[in-house]
Every structure is written in structure tokens, then in C-alpha cells.
């Protein structure tokens, strides 16, 4: 079994990233954010890709640096510690993975521009209320050559400010992956207000021409190319549900040692000491799940649906529990905007919900033992 130790390169990217993040990313730049209704930052995003960052799953060929699934966990992990509102898992871990199934000059030129950071894209999967791609509804008729794509997805993350969009179809035998420019002649988007201030949209597909040459992958065999893609923006968000935890859980032991009662700082009372330890348990154990599963994408993708599935549950449920125990230990101040931590208890909520809940990705766990 591989070590859940960062190696030295992990721990120079991690060191990094937090030092950058710091300066040019902490929580109170993402409520400047919110306030004035942005949901992308294009000048953050240009220095993550000047760093590397978008490219940590590209090819050196195509331009990026390749550091693999694990340092990618890494990164997100940094970014959700102050709730860094960027495209990275939907583009530089999701659209990146799936390129990356594909040998084509049109794909080799998508990674580069992924590395470089001038393209974003959404996945649009989802049409229902869950997290549920078999569900697919949304038709891909062919017509002659190509197809025309009829039908609506809804919660693409980073669907209205993305400039391409993987889109998931029902075709004659199965689903197909189709990479297609978000401004081609049919497709509208309708951005949603979303709790946590981040960029989603539902996308409307109107008799939409897609060509032979859209299609990532082969005609009716989308999950040869989508699944891999999905496990990694799994295990990516579970990275970022970690990271949002530690920023909660770091936030709510500064507010222990500093607020008094009675003359005490609340954070010597026992009971509190007890909920606080707890938190950090469950964190630690989180933290070995995500880094098995950066670790097992690495090193054996194949058979990484289980290790990928026990980290976002664990995930969903260690952030939850982080919120909850957060804003019940500010006390009333944890429910009012004017502090941050009702901040990371939206981007729990929503980051539940993509990718697969905890039910979901339960069910996935123990139909991989054999229940």
C-alpha cells in the first residue's frame, strides 16, 4: 500500500499554494466576491495557471506539469480552506481527465489550452435532482454525418462563465460524450442563484449540430472516457470538502480561545474541548480516505471507484459535521452574514450535492463489497 504521507514535491506545492492563497485568496475576498454578484475571478485564475495549477493533470507534452491525482487533491485542498471560488475541479481535474482518455489532436490541443488557462468548461451530466448520469434523458438523433441534441441539464457547475461544455447524451445504443463550444447555435444558458455564490447554470440543448469530430471518445461508450473523469472530480471535491472542513474547524478553535464567559474563555470548558476533538478525529480519518483516493487514481485508476466513493462520503458527512459544530459553537453569531462561517456551511451543502451525494456514493461502497 502507498504511503498517505505527502511526498517532499506534495508538501513544496501544498506550502506554496497555502502562501499564495493567503495573500491573494482568503475568505474575505470571496465575500468581495459574493457582494458584487462575480462568480470568477479571471485575473485569480490566470496566475493559478501561471503557477501551474491548471495543468497539474496535462501531459508535460501538452503543455502542463502532469503531478498526477493526489497533487491534485492538494490543491484543491488548499483552495477550500478559504472557499476559493474557481473553475479548477470542473476544467483543470474533470475536462482534463477526460481529454486525456482520448488521442486526438483536437484533444492534445484542449489540454494545452487548459494548461494555459484560456479555456473553462462545465460538465453538463445531470438533468434531474440527484447526481445520476445513467438517468440521461437528453437526445443525440443522428442526422446524417453528426447528431442534433435535444433536451435540458441542469446544475452545470461553472456552466455560465465556461466556453466549452462536455455534455452527456442518449444515443441509439448507449451514451455518448460530446466536447462542444457553449456558444454554438442552439444551446442557451440560464445562470441559477446558487446558496453559495458559485457559478451554475441550467443549459437548454435546442435541434444543437454536433459533428463527428465532438464526440470525446466513441459513439455510444461515453463511460469509458466520463467515468475516469468523474473519479477524479470525486475525489478532487472530496480534497475541497476536506480543506473546508480544516478552514471551519480552524475558525471555530480561534473563536474558542478568544470569546469569554464568566470571565473563561469557553474553549476550557470541557464539553467544548470534547466537541472540538471530535471535529479534528474525524478530520484526520477523512484525510487518510482522500488521500487513498488521489493515491489509488494514481497508481491503479482502474479500480479506484471504491477508495474514490468512501472519500466523498466521508467527506460529505465530516463537513457537515464541521458546519453544524461551527455555528453551534459562535453561538447566535454563526448564523448571521456578517461572519464568515455561515460561508463554508453553503459550500458544504452544495458540494454534497455534486458529483453524488452521501447516499450515492454509500451505495457505490457497499455494492463494491459485495452488500
Known sequence: MSTLLLTEDETMLQDAARGFLDGAAPVSHFRKLRDAGQTHDAKLWAEMAQMGWTGVLVPEEAGGSDMGHAAAGVLAGELGKTLVTSPFISTAVIAATALRQVATDRARDALAAIADGSVIYGLAVDEGAKHDPDATQ?????????????????????????????????????????????????????????VDARDAAQVKFENVQATGDDVLGSVDDAMTVLKPALEAGQAALSAEMLGLSAGAFAMTVGYLKERKQFGVEIGRFQALQHRAAHLWSETEITLSAVRHAGRKLDEDPDNATLAVSLAKAR????????????????????MTDDFDMGFFMKRARVATEWLGDYGYHAAKVAAARGF
Do not use: Y
Open 315 to 334: 467527506a460529505t458527512q465530516t463537513a457537515k459535521l464541521a458546519v453544524i459544530e461551527g455555528v453551534q459553537m459562535h453561538g447566535g453569531i454563526g
Open 138 to 194: 437528453l437526445e443525440a438523433k443522428a442526422d446524417g454525418n453528426g447528431f442534433r441534441l435535444s433536451g435540458t441539464k441542469g446544475f452545470v457547475v461553472d456552466g455560465s462563465n465556461a466556453d466549452r461544455l462536455l455534455v452527456l447524451a442518449r444515443t441509439d445504443a448507449g451514451l455518448t460524450l460530446f466536447d462542444l463550444p457553449a456558444d454554438r447555435e442552439g444551446i442557451t444558458r440560464t445562470g441559477q442563484n446558487m
